[in-house]
């Protein structure tokens, strides 16, 4: 019987090489070829950040980066929630296939590795696809944590995301609306192209957003303030930087007054 395949699910950060945890490290020196999703042009920035890490911190000749084209996505803002799943759980299949091919295509004994942006628990498919790969051919795998875009967020703009014994709420900006009452106490946003929390407004514009876009990277940007004051000025600085930069991410946390304010 062939021994599973060793895979390394890695978390590297939001794109600063200095985000790369020492287990990090070890894990991609176990790795043999790294399989990296070419998601096109506008974010060929994400893949030449994979490789600089690589270069920084292995050897040259020790390791392969194989880019693995991306099955066509549907239109997924057009979508319903129904529809939307289907279209997400069709995708994942298909990019299952392709991983398995190429994993099992590799030589024997060869560790793969796959470089996660951020921590692999938040907003990211790859634990799944490669669950979906290893129901296909025998894997093992390890799951090295990475610092998320939330705790970037977080840290970049020196602030504790609960209020005193309060929770916090992770959601996408698709989820936003249907979502938000203030018992959810600080709610961060991820994966928002539209800044929906500017349809808040009128219901709580006293709500302190803490926004940011490319944590971590040479061009981040930051801002925060009252709701009401500052989104006006948030979406129109988002616009600017995605049509200078060609894409954005950003990520933001609302937090409600704490009773003191009030
Ligand atoms: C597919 S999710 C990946 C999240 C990632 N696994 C993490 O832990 O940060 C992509 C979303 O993460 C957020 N994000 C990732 N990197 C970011 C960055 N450098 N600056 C701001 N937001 C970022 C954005 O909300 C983006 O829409």
């Given at each position: 019987?062939?021994?599973?395949?060793?895979?390394?699910?890695?978390?590297?950060?939001?794109?600063?090489?200095?985000?790369?945890?020492?287990?990090?490290?070890?894990?991609?020196?176990?790795?043999?070829?790294?399989?990296?999703?070419?998601?096109?042009?506008?974010?060929?920035?994400?893949?030449?950040?994979?490789?600089?890490?690589?270069?920084?911190?292995?050897?040259?000749?020790?390791?392969?980066?194989?880019?693995?084209?991306?099955?066509?996505?549907?239109?997924?803002?057009?979508?319903?929630?129904?529809?939307?799943?289907?279209?997400?759980?069709?995708?994942?299949?298909?990019?299952?296939?392709?991983?398995?091919?190429?994993?099992?295509?590799?030589?024997?004994?060869?560790?793969?590795?796959?470089?996660?942006?951020?921590?692999?628990?938040?907003?990211?498919?790859?634990?799944?696809?490669?669950?979906?790969?290893?129901?296909?051919?025998?894997?093992?795998?390890?799951?090295?944590?990475?610092?998320?875009?939330?705790?970037?967020?977080?840290?970049?703009?020196?602030i504790v995301l609960n209020g005193?014994?309060q929770p916090v709420h992770i959601?996408?900006?698709?989820?936003?609306?249907?979502?938000?009452?203030?018992?959810?106490?600080?709610?961060?946003?991820?994966?928002?192209?539209?800044?929906?929390?500017?349809?808040?407004?009128?219901?709580?514009?006293?709500?302190?957003?803490?926004?940011?876009?490319?944590?971590?990277?040479?061009?981040?940007?930051?801002?925060?303030?009252?709701?009401?004051?500052?989104?006006?000025?948030?979406?129109?600085?988002?616009?600017?930087?995605?049509?200078?930069?060609?894409?954005?991410?950003?990520?933001?946390?609302?937090?409600?007054?704490?009773?003191?304010?009030?």
């Amino acid at each position: 019987m062939t021994s599973p395949r060793e895979v390394r699910v890695i978390g590297i950060g939001t794109g600063s090489p200095a985000h790369v945890t020492g287990q990090a490290i070890a894990a991609l020196r176990e790795c043999d070829v790294f399989l990296v999703a070419d998601k096109g042009e506008a974010k060929d920035e994400l893949v030449a950040v994979r490789r600089a890490i690589c270069e920084q911190f292995l050897d040259d000749r020790t390791y392969r980066i194989v880019t693995v084209t991306d099955p066509e996505r549907g239109p997924d803002a057009e979508r319903d929630k129904a529809a939307y799943t289907v279209g997400v759980d069709a995708w994942h299949a298909a990019r299952a296939d392709r991983y398995g091919e190429i994993i099992e295509s590799l030589p024997a004994g060869e560790t793969v590795g796959f470089l996660v942006w951020g921590d692999p628990a938040f907003y990211d498919s790859t634990i799944r696809i490669v669950d979906a790969v290893a129901r296909r051919l025998p894997l093992r795998t390890q799951v090295i944590a990475g610092l998320s875009a939330i705790q970037v967020l977080a840290a970049e703009h020196g602030i504790v995301l609960n209020g005193i014994g309060q929770p916090v709420h992770i959601t996408t900006g698709r989820r936003l609306l249907d979502e938000w009452s203030v018992d959810l106490g600080t709610v961060v946003v991820m994966l928002d192209g539209s800044l929906r929390c500017r349809e808040l407004v009128e219901q709580a514009p006293d709500l302190t957003i803490y926004w940011g876009a490319y944590l971590g990277l040479p061009q981040q940007v930051l801002r925060q303030g009252r709701l009401a004051d500052v989104i006006d000025e948030i979406v129109a600085v988002r616009a600017a930087l995605r049509q200078e930069q060609g894409w954005v991410m950003d990520t933001y946390a609302l937090t409600p007054p704490s009773p003191g304010d009030a």
